[in-house]
């Protein structure tokens, strides 16, 4: 099974799943850095979790560490409920996570099923790419995730506005069979309107069954769409909220100021 | 997965754009800088004008196929040079490449004793080639050299070893009568108008099976009137061309190889997943090594491809010359290469360009070279026009950037 057009229903999900993917106890040292550590974090199929945090808090090593792109140090990584080791971005792939990263990753010389397409390409017997079967995909894909401000998806990339690029980033991460989908700040460079258009995808993405994870520093965004949000403040994991049962204030205040386990520097001070 | 798949829909009747769609969108693209062919065809046109009004000889049937076996060396070389300015990459060496290509043929086929069978003789020339752009293609990935510098090295060392085949001799006559046939042997008549046949009638049957299966899954058609007039303009080509050669010698071998060449590495280029890989390579490399595409295999068989193009057009040159000295690929050969496939609208950027643009671009110079030549001017003069068309060639992609960046495009 290579290409999956599910992403139009509903998935079915077993009453009380638990989550898809859960990090327990995490941490990632970088010479003297301490990148994470101890990071708890969990991803449930149907909801939108957001990762938030300052620059810095540890947002991308987290996503890397998922990737496989780092090895962690400690801590192990379960995907439904079973522990895996995530050795390189093929691994997570195998497993169903797929990553939109901030710069989404798309050739701007290439039409857009070229891109939904690439390094995964449909060939006829006779090893020619299969254009037709691949355009039909595209096509069904975009319309089952409700994009529809696409002209045609035979034109080049590099003439679609910021939201059209982010929505085929994200339609080309869930047309091949993922289970999680990793959003790397996809509102970042986007004016009112494409923001609109793209978190509607993504509550789509969730209503439909997928596990999201928004890492984003937007609030009022986050606000929007999350179920959940963890925060990471200096590379550990200081609160959890319901989107529901908070407001941004509470937010800001674990950002900027949630409490530390260990504050980073303190053994070496004490220990002089 | 999950078990619920939602049902597909269902192929309407196949929606086939108009011909008033079809103009305005091609009139949109123009306007917004993806140029196609059309300032080429324009400058071959204006080229023609000008040389036909200063030299009648120019437009005639002898001149077309003088034309013809100038330009199919520079076109061979261009094809190859297409696929490495698609990386964004350039390849400096192609020039004493075809040189040591066309000297190992000739020498493996000196009837001094030790010579091989004709196919042999090829197969090796053809096959340094590929080792010669493998190297490069591994110095430049695996050590990470900027191609500019591998290949400027390569230029230096495969004029040396041109040198050193050729040692005392001087010059090796080309004593081969099926090498020397390429550039100088001619099909008959009626040859040239079925492989002309053939050829249309090929490519009017792909138009209209790549039609029905398009129809058959639902998506949009370019207007059959359009898909008409581009077979049509093809035979309305193509039956000049033959008709025109026919008046003189005949169609040469050599243009069919061109052809044959051309729409192979079209094939691969446009509808194989390496040539996809290429694109996406030359668009954005960050992007295809993400998609699980190995960047370095691509471009090492994209310089294997040149310089394996590069030994074809070296074999092709020495058959024109029937002989090869010690400035085997030198002169003009890389530049005008290089020049044929820019000038044919290859973006030096990387990630745009076409095989056929190493033809029209090598028609434009063989053009310019031999027009000049009919009016008795220096190669001097030669240089410094061929020098100054280049320049608006790349001054017009210039412009399309421009163009394609106002509309969002680039």
Same mark, same amino acid.
């Given at each position: 099974?290579?290409?999956?057009?599910?992403?139009?229903?509903?998935?079915?999900?077993?009453?009380?799943?638990?989550?898809?993917?859960?990090?327990?106890?995490?941490?990632?040292?970088?010479?003297?850095?301490?990148?994470?550590?101890?990071?708890?974090?969990?991803?449930?199929?149907?909801?939108?979790?957001?990762?938030?945090?300052?620059?810095?808090?540890?947002?991308?090593?987290?996503?890397?560490?998922?990737?496989?792109?780092?090895?962690?140090?400690?801590?192990?990584?379960?995907?439904?409920? #079973?522990?895996?080791?995530?050795?390189?971005?093929?691994?997570?792939?195998?497993?169903?996570?797929?990553?939109?990263?901030?710069?989404?990753?798309?050739?701007?010389?290439?039409?857009?099923?070229?891109?939904?397409?690439?390094?995964?390409?449909?060939?006829?017997?006779?090893?020619?790419?299969?254009?037709?079967?691949?355009?039909?995909?595209?096509?069904?894909?975009?319309?089952?995730?409700?994009?529809?401000?696409?002209?045609?998806?035979?034109?080049?990339?590099?003439?679609?506005?910021?939201?059209?690029?982010?929505?085929?980033?994200?339609?080309?991460?869930?047309?091949?069979?993922?289970?999680?989908?990793?959003?790397?700040?996809?509102?970042?460079?986007?004016?009112?309107?494409?923001?609109?258009?793209?978190?509607?995808?993504? #509550?789509?993405?969730?209503?439909?069954?997928?596990?999201?994870?928004?890492?984003?520093?937007?609030?009022?965004?986050?606000?929007?769409?999350?179920?959940?949000?963890?925060?990471?403040?200096?590379?550990?994991?200081?609160?959890?909220?319901?989107?529901?049962?908070?407001?941004? #204030?509470?937010?800001?205040?674990?950002?900027?100021?949630?409490?530390?386990?260990?504050?980073?520097?303190?053994?070496?001070?004490?220990?002089? | 997965?999950?078990?619920?798949?939602?049902?597909?829909?269902?192929?309407?009747?196949?929606?086939?754009?108009?011909?008033?769609?079809?103009?305005?969108?091609?009139?949109?693209?123009?306007?917004?800088?993806?140029?196609?062919?059309?300032?080429?065809?324009?400058?071959?046109?204006?080229?023609?004008?000008?040389?036909?009004? !200063?030299?009648?000889?120019?437009?005639?049937?002898?001149?077309?196929?003088?034309?013809?076996?100038?330009?199919?060396?520079?076109?061979?070389?261009?094809?190859?040079?297409?696929?490495?300015?698609?990386?964004?990459?350039?390849?400096?060496?192609?020039?004493?490449?075809?040189?040591?290509?066309?000297?190992?043929?000739?020498?493996?086929?000196?009837?001094?004793?030790?010579?091989?069978?004709?196919?042999?003789?090829?197969?090796?020339?053809?096959?340094?080639?590929?080792?010669?752009?493998?190297?490069?293609?591994?110095?430049?990935?695996?050590?990470?050299?900027?191609?500019?510098?591998?290949?400027?090295?390569?230029?230096?060392?495969?004029?040396?070893?041109?040198?050193?085949?050729?040692?005392?001799?001087?010059?090796?006559?080309? !004593?081969?009568?099926?090498?020397?046939?390429?550039?100088?042997?001619?099909?008959?008549?009626?040859?040239?108008?079925?492989?002309?046949?053939?050829?249309?009638?090929?490519?009017?049957?792909? !138009?209209?099976?790549?039609?029905?299966?398009?129809?058959?899954?639902?998506?949009?058609?370019?207007?059959?009137?359009?898909?008409?007039?581009?077979?049509?303009?093809?035979?309305?080509?193509?039956?000049?061309?033959?008709?025109?050669?026919?008046?003189?010698?005949?169609?040469?071998?050599?243009?069919?190889?061109?052809?044959?060449?051309?729409?192979?590495?079209?094939?691969?280029?446009?509808?194989?997943?390496?040539?996809?890989?290429?694109?996406?390579?030359?668009?954005?490399?960050?992007?295809?090594?993400?998609?699980?595409?190995?960047?370095?295999?691509?471009?090492?068989?994209?310089?294997?491809?040149?310089?394996?193009?590069?030994?074809?057009?070296?074999?092709?040159?020495?058959?024109?010359?029937?002989?090869?000295?010690?400035?085997?690929?030198?002169?003009?050969?890389?530049?005008?290469?290089?020049?044929?496939?820019?000038?044919?609208?290859?973006?030096?950027?990387?990630?745009?360009?076409?095989?056929?643009?190493?033809?029209?671009?090598?028609?434009?110079?063989?053009?310019?070279?031999?027009?000049?030549?009919?009016?008795?001017?220096?190669?001097?003069?030669?240089?410094?026009?061929?020098?100054?068309?280049?320049?608006?060639?790349?001054?017009?992609?210039?412009?399309?950037?421009?163009?394609?960046?106002?509309?969002?495009?680039?």
């Amino acid at each position: 099974m290579t290409v999956t057009t599910d992403v139009g229903g509903p998935r079915e999900r077993s009453p009380g799943a638990g989550p898809i993917l859960e990090l327990k106890g995490v941490s990632k040292r970088f010479g003297a850095v301490q990148a994470l550590h101890e990071v708890d974090f969990d991803v449930t199929p149907g909801e939108v979790t957001a990762l938030v945090g300052d620059n810095g808090a540890g947002k991308s090593v987290t996503i890397k560490c998922i990737a496989g792109i780092y090895p962690i140090d400690s801590g192990e990584i379960l995907w439904q409920g #079973r522990p895996v080791e995530i050795h390189g971005p093929k691994d997570s792939a195998a497993l169903g996570i797929e990553i939109v990263y901030q710069d989404l990753a798309l050739a701007d010389n290439l039409d857009v099923v070229q891109n939904m397409y690439l390094g995964r390409e449909e060939i006829t017997p006779f090893h020619a790419l299969d254009e037709t079967k691949m355009e039909r995909r595209c096509k069904e894909t975009l319309s089952s995730l409700s994009v529809t401000t696409i002209r045609s998806v035979r034109q080049t990339v590099a003439g679609l506005s910021g939201g059209q690029r982010q929505s085929i980033a994200v339609a080309k991460a869930v047309m091949w069979n993922s289970r999680l989908v990793i959003l790397d700040e996809p509102t970042a460079a986007l004016g009112v309107a494409q923001t609109r258009q793209v978190l509607d995808l993504v #509550r789509r993405l969730a209503d439909q069954g997928l596990a999201v994870m928004l890492v984003s520093h937007n609030l009022h965004d986050i606000f929007e769409v999350a179920d959940r949000i963890t925060v990471l403040r200096l590379g550990q994991d200081v609160a959890r909220f319901n989107t529901k049962e908070t407001n941004q #204030r509470e937010v800001v205040e674990a950002i900027t100021a949630g409490k530390l386990s260990t504050v980073p520097g303190a053994e070496e001070a004490h220990v002089r | 997965m999950s078990a619920i798949t939602p049902p597909l829909p269902t192929p309407a009747a196949a929606p086939t754009a108009t011909i008033g769609a079809y103009a305005r969108r091609w009139a949109e693209n123009v306007r917004g800088g993806e140029l196609g062919s059309l300032p080429i065809i324009l400058g071959l046109l204006i080229i023609c004008v000008v040389f036909q009004v !200063q030299n009648d000889r120019f437009l005639t049937a002898g001149n077309f196929v003088n034309l013809m076996v100038q330009g199919a060396a520079f076109a061979l070389v261009a094809m190859g040079i297409v696929f490495v300015l698609l990386l964004g990459e350039i390849d400096l060496s192609v020039g004493y490449v075809s040189g040591v290509a066309g000297v190992l043929t000739a020498l493996l086929l000196l009837p001094d004793g030790s010579s091989v069978p004709t196919a042999v003789a090829i197969a090796a020339a053809l096959g340094s080639g590929v080792l010669i752009g493998t190297l490069h293609g591994l110095v430049i990935t695996k050590i990470g050299i900027p191609s500019f510098v591998v290949t400027l090295a390569g230029l230096l060392a495969w004029n040396g070893v041109v040198l050193l085949l050729i040692g005392s001799r001087g010059t090796v006559v080309l !004593q081969d009568d099926f090498v020397i046939g390429f550039a100088n042997d001619f099909l008959s008549e009626g040859a040239a108008w079925v492989l002309m046949l053939l050829a249309v009638g090929a490519y009017a049957g792909v !138009q209209l099976w790549g039609l029905r299966k398009r129809a058959a899954a639902g998506l949009s058609n370019d207007p059959l009137l359009i898909v008409g007039l581009r077979i049509l303009g093809l035979f309305v080509a193509l039956a000049c061309v033959v008709y025109v050669v026919n008046q003189d010698r005949g169609l040469p071998y050599v243009a069919v190889l061109v052809g044959v060449l051309l729409v192979f590495w079209t094939y691969v280029l446009r509808r194989t997943r390496f040539g996809r890989h290429v694109y996406a390579v030359g668009g954005n490399a960050e992007a295809a090594r993400r998609a699980g595409i190995n960047v370095d295999r691509i471009k090492i068989i994209c310089f294997a491809i040149a310089s394996l193009m590069a030994a074809v057009g070296g074999i092709v040159l020495a058959s024109r010359l029937r002989s090869v000295d010690t400035n085997a690929g030198g002169g003009a050969i890389l530049l005008y290469s290089i020049a044929a496939a820019v000038i044919g609208g290859t973006s030096l950027f990387g990630g745009r360009g076409h095989i056929k643009a190493a033809l029209l671009g090598a028609l434009v110079i063989a053009s310019i070279d031999n027009g000049l030549g009919l009016l008795g001017l220096s190669s001097g003069t030669k240089f410094v026009v061929t020098g100054l068309v280049l320049l608006l060639a790349v001054a017009v992609d210039s412009f399309s950037r421009r163009g394609r960046a106002q509309s969002g495009r680039a």
